[in-house]
Structures are given as structure tokens and as C-alpha cells.
Nanobody
Framework: QVQLAESGGGLVQPGGSLRLSCAAS????????MGWYRQAPGKERELVAT???????NYADFVKGRFTISRDNVRNTVYLQMSSLKPEDTAVYYC?????????WGQGTQVTVSS
């Protein structure tokens, strides 16, 4: 079992920045895939960014150049640095971890971009 604890969401003005964190705990040997997804009201959950244990990253087009995903393999923590935030980035952001044959989700953290 893997438990995920997210933090870092909140209210920010357009153009501002936030940093999300997601720490994985449990009997973990190595996590290959970690990622962030988001879900806005009335919309489906969508991929934001992913990162492998080797540091390979993948971003959705709508966040390229604004968001940066990183991870600390010792602490089993993944981060999402979000900059130049727009109102359309408002959503609940979820951490996702692929470990073994299972997929785990965090509880979600609300990000609201508004003036």
C-alpha cells in the first residue's frame, strides 16, 4: 500500500505562482512513475505532467513553459512548480503514483486562480 499526502494548494492571483508537493509513504522500494492531474468543475480529469524515476518528464501542452515537475527519489516526493497561473488553471490537483501493478491517487488539493 502507498499513501499519498498532498499540500501546497490555495488561492493565488493571475500571474502568480504556487508549488504543490506530494509525499508517498508506505512499504516502497522504488516508484517509477509520478504525476499530477487536475479536474475542473464539470470537466474530466486531465493529465498535467509526469516524471519517471530517471527524470524524464512529460507535460500537457497547456502548461508547457509555465509548470515544472520534479521529484526527490530519496523522500519519494513529487513537486509541481506552477508559474504564470491563469484563471483556467483553477482545479483540484491530484497526485498520481504508479507502483508495481497499482495506481494510487492523492486526495486532491484545490488551486484557485482569481483576482
Amino acid at each position: 500500500q502507498v499513501q499519498l499526502a498532498e499540500s501546497g494548494g490555495g488561492l493565488v492571483q493571475p500571474g502568480g505562482s504556487l508549488r504543490l508537493s506530494c509525499a508517498a509513504s508506505g512499504r516502497i522500494f522504488r516508484i517509477n512513475y509520478m504525476g499530477w492531474y487536475r479536474q475542473a468543475p464539470g470537466k474530466e480529469r486531465e493529465l498535467v505532467a509526469t516524471i519517471t524515476s530517471g527524470g524524464s518528464t512529460n507535460y500537457a501542452d497547456f502548461v508547457k513553459g509555465r509548470f515544472t515537475i520534479s521529484r526527490d527519489n530519496v523522500r519519494n516526493t513529487v513537486y509541481l512548480q506552477m508559474s504564470s497561473l491563469k484563471p483556467e488553471d483553477t482545479a483540484v490537483y491530484y497526485c498520481n503514483v504508479e507502483y508495481g501493478l497499482d495506481s494510487y491517487w492523492g486526495q486532491g488539493t484545490q488551486v484557485t486562480v482569481s483576482s
